[in-house]
């Protein structure tokens, strides 16, 4: 008697080893903690409402009709990097395939047990314009890491020139989406900066106009009062952050290298991927392309009866032995000493 073995098949995105989730057919990608992003869209849509509801109908009048519609545009502008930044791949790096993983283990001399994991025996390193660098072994993405890489424990992936993860934007950042979110910590600090001033103004305007002065500005316009407050408490931190991003910008750091000074020789703390001056390493950053994403999200693979999910994701065409080096646009010198025996 024959068994007939039932194949089915699956999106890759829905199998994806990552704790991210996926939105339009795995067209959008966020981290696995969302929550708070909600918070940040609920506030930011919150406060802009009051603005044009409470203020612009004033000012426009009062003032000039340029207020509301620049107001308009700072918050379609925040509105447009915040969702850049919170739906796209951060720069994911495909987790190696059981074959990958297996004649990596073999060029390696093979796994070692360390502490109840098997780890390979050996390291590499690679030099970058003269700074030496160690390539760590990720246990679970079964690669070695690029450099400026590194592995999110939220989101469960080892994501390229890795910053941090954010959760008021929900997503890690990295190399694809760092610019939007560097664009959206200075559109919503202008943003800030305008609602609490021209909610001020008006108050500022009705109490002048009214012989009662600032209690009667109050009750003709408490909502300016509620904006003003959540926005002059939430421009400091925003501001504080932006400063802070465009110091790393400038140097072509990211915050993971800032914090733990991630080169491998502590005699040398030079960085490698600056281009010398702060304006190439702006354009470079901020306005260089954005690279594609190498994970293929609209592949599909065959599931067996008896797995409910797909080890590891398989690239666009490409193997994954080759991102283990991405390509590095300003290297003098890469080298890798060779193997002790």
């Known amino acids: 008697m024959s068994v007939v073995e039932v194949m089915s098949t699956a999106k890759k995105w829905e199998v994806f080893p990552g704790k991210n989730k996926f939105c339009c ?17 609920f506030l930011i849509v ?26 308009i545009l700072l918050f379609l502008f925040v509105i447009s990097f915040l969702l850049h930044t919170s739906c796209t791949d951060p720069g994911i ?19 070692s047990a360390v502490c109840g994991r098997d780890l390979p025996l050996r390291t590499r390193e690679l030099t970058i314009n003269g700074v030496l660098f160690k390539l760590k072994y990720c246990q679970t993405c079964r690669i070695f890491r690029p450099p400026r890489a590194s592995h999110c424990s939220i989101c469960d992936n080892c994501v390229e020139r890795f910053d941090h993860h954010c959760p008021w934007v929900g997503n890690c ?20 900066i305008f609602i609490c001033a021209f909610s ?44 802070f991003h465009t110091y790393l910008v400038s140097c072509n750091l990211t915050t993971n290298e800032d914090i733990k000074k991630n080169s491998a020789s502590k005699s040398d703390r030079r960085n ?14 901020i306005c260089g392309p954005t690279p594609p994403s190498v994970i293929d999200r609209q592949g599909t693979v065959v599931l067996d009866g008896n797995s409910q ?26 080298t890798f000493p060779e193997e002790k025996t």
């Open 25 to 41: 057919n795995g067209r959008l990608i966020m981290g696995n903690q969302t929550a708070i992003f909600y918070v940040t869209l």
């Open 46 to 71: 919150i406060v802009t409402g009051l603005f044009f509801g409470s203020d612009c109908p004033y000012l426009a009048v009062r003032l000039s009709p340029a207020i509301p519609v620049a107001g």
């Open 93 to 111: 790096i495909p987790r190696a395939t059981k074959e990958e993983a297996a004649d990596l283990e073999k060029q390696t001399g093979g796994p």
């Open 173 to 192: 950042i990295g190399k694809r989406n760092y610019r939007y979110f560097y664009l959206f910590l200075v559109s919503v600090s202008m943003h800030c």
């Open 200 to 243: 001020v103004t008006t108050l500022v305007l009705i109490s002048i106009e009214n012989e009662n002065g600032f209690v009667a500005a109050l009750k003709t316009s408490p909502g300016s009062i509620v904006e003003a407050v959540i926005a002059f408490f939430s421009l400091w931190s925003v501001i504080g952050l932006a400063g």
């Open 272 to 285: 490698p991927f600056s281009r010398g001056s702060l304006c190439s390493n702006y354009c470079e950053v």
């Open 309 to 334: 999910t797909q080890p590891h994701p398989v690239t666009n065409g490409r193997s994954n032995n080759s991102l283990i080096l991405p390509v590095l646009h300003h290297t003098e010198l890469v």
